[in-house]
């Protein structure tokens, strides 16, 4: 069964970087969307980017600036890195595989099917 | 426009049908997936590729979808199907989340 483990710092302030990792466990690393998501307090969930495991990479518009996110096929990890974080990037944050093929005859298919358990992340001065 | 909308909030008598729906362009070319979330924690995947159930998600748990509308229905809601549920699709390479329906089981 598929693992996501995360970690990295949980309180920054203004203006530094977020670091995360994601280690994934128990299953490949290749064919596969890994994924990053965030979740402000008390809002809903807002999807910040992904990298197949060629390091092929999309990101939300609205973060495209600030955002990284690579892969380390040699260890089966990815990681995300946000710039110049404010308290508006206070949020939890989630590692997750995703999936994204075509479906016959007309359709694509998206999903997340493995999920970590999110690292709280706080910017505060 | 790349949004998925979702109404709010929505209830359900306990053991009755109960329909959560999403709205959205890309809906006309992506099959819906649908994630339930309980407070704390992480979402977890409850339909994909329209109506497809991972191991261990109740059948009482199915998905349609029609137009640019995809719906999650709940078949004799139980009491622990009280939740967030978020719908996810994709468009030109950005992924999106609706805005998240909590369902209130009465």
């Known amino acids: 069964q598929v693992q996501l483990q995360q970690w990295g710092a949980g309180l920054l302030k203004p203006s530094e970087t977020l670091s995360l990792t994601c280690a994934v466990y128990?299953?490949?690393?290749?064919?596969?969307?890994w994924s990053w998501v965030r979740q402000p307090p008390g809002k809903g969930l807002e999807w910040i980017g992904e990298?197949?495991?060629?390091?092929?990479?999309n990101y939300n518009p609205s973060l495209k600036s600030r955002v990284t996110i690579s892969v380390d096929t040699s260890k089966n990890q990815f990681s995300l890195t946000l710039r110049s974080v404010t308290a508006a990037d206070t949020a939890v944050f989630y590692c997750?595989?995703?999936?994204?093929?075509?479906?016959?005859?007309?359709?694509?298919?998206?999903?997340?099917?493995?999920w970590g358990k999110g690292t709280t992340v706080t910017v505060s001065s | 426009s790349s949004e998925l909308t979702q109404d709010p909030a929505v209830s359900v008598a306990l053991g009755q049908t109960v329909r959560i729906t999403c709205q959205g362009d890309?809906?006309?070319?992506?099959?819906a997936s649908w994630y339930q979330q309980k407070p704390g924690q992480a979402p977890i995947l409850v339909i994909y590729?329209?109506?497809d159930r991972p191991s261990g998600i109740p059948d009482r748990f199915s998905g349609s979808s029609s137009g640019n509308t995809a719906s999650l229905s709940i078949t004799g809601a139980q009491a622990e199907d009280e939740a967030d549920y978020y719908c996810?699709?994709?468009?030109?390479?950005?992924?999106?989340f609706g805005g998240g329906t909590k369902l209130t089981v009465l």
């Open positions: 590729d329209k109506n």
């Open positions: 990298s197949n495991d060629s390091g092929n990479t």
């Open positions: 997750a595989r995703g999936r994204w093929r075509r479906s016959p005859p007309d359709y694509f298919s998206y999903y997340m099917d493995v």
């Open positions: 996810n699709s994709r468009d030109n390479n950005v992924g999106l």
């Open positions: 890309s809906l006309r070319r992506n099959h």
């Open positions: 128990g299953g490949s690393f290749s064919g596969y969307y």
